[in-house]
């Protein structure tokens, strides 16, 4: 399985919040290839400079240490935003789902909202 790793996800599993069984079996399982997408990246550099977060300094860094693989934003992953239908207006989130989309990727997420759109998550 090749999965996504929505940003609050990231957060959790690098700060030691829970997460679901499901999802840390799905993670750790070294069949499933897991990425993290440059917009959480983004995103948490956003919310450290804001001051309300403050996980690891280096995100990227920590990502890759883990294991993980860095999900760059490509032209057709901006397009693949363009066309998607309006249910959430999150940017982050939009970008993410265009991903999982576009890299046939299944999105690890809590948020059931995003199962509106036709992408597979794995709710955590």
């Given at each position: 399985?090749?999965?996504?790793?929505?940003t609050?996800?990231?957060?959790?599993?690098?700060?030691?919040?829970?997460?679901?069984?499901?999802?840390v079996?799905?993670?750790?399982?070294?069949?499933?290839?897991?990425?993290v997408?440059?917009?959480?990246?983004?995103?948490?550099?956003?919310?450290?400079?804001r001051?309300?977060?403050?996980?690891?300094?280096?995100?990227?860094?920590?990502?890759?240490?883990?294991?993980?693989d860095?999900?760059?934003?490509?032209?057709?992953?901006?397009?693949?935003?363009?066309?998607?239908?309006?249910?959430?207006?999150?940017?982050f989130?939009?970008?993410?789902?265009?991903?999982?989309?576009?890299?046939?990727?299944?999105?690890?997420?809590?948020?059931?909202?995003?199962?509106?759109?036709?992408?597979?998550?794995?709710?955590?």
């Amino acid at each position: 399985m090749r999965l996504l790793l929505d940003t609050h996800v990231l957060i959790w599993l690098m700060t030691g919040e829970p997460v679901a069984k499901d999802g840390v079996n799905a993670i750790a399982d070294p069949r499933n290839t897991v990425f993290v997408s440059v917009a959480s990246l983004w995103e948490i550099a956003i919310k450290q400079g804001r001051g309300r977060l403050t996980p690891p300094e280096d995100t990227a860094e920590a990502a890759v240490a883990a294991g993980f693989d860095i999900l760059g934003i490509d032209p057709s992953h901006v397009r693949a935003v363009r066309d998607l239908p309006d249910h959430h207006r999150d940017p982050f989130d939009r970008i993410l789902v265009a991903q999982a989309r576009h890299e046939q990727l299944t999105l690890v997420t809590r948020n059931r909202r995003l199962s509106e759109y036709d992408v597979t998550i794995l709710v955590v």
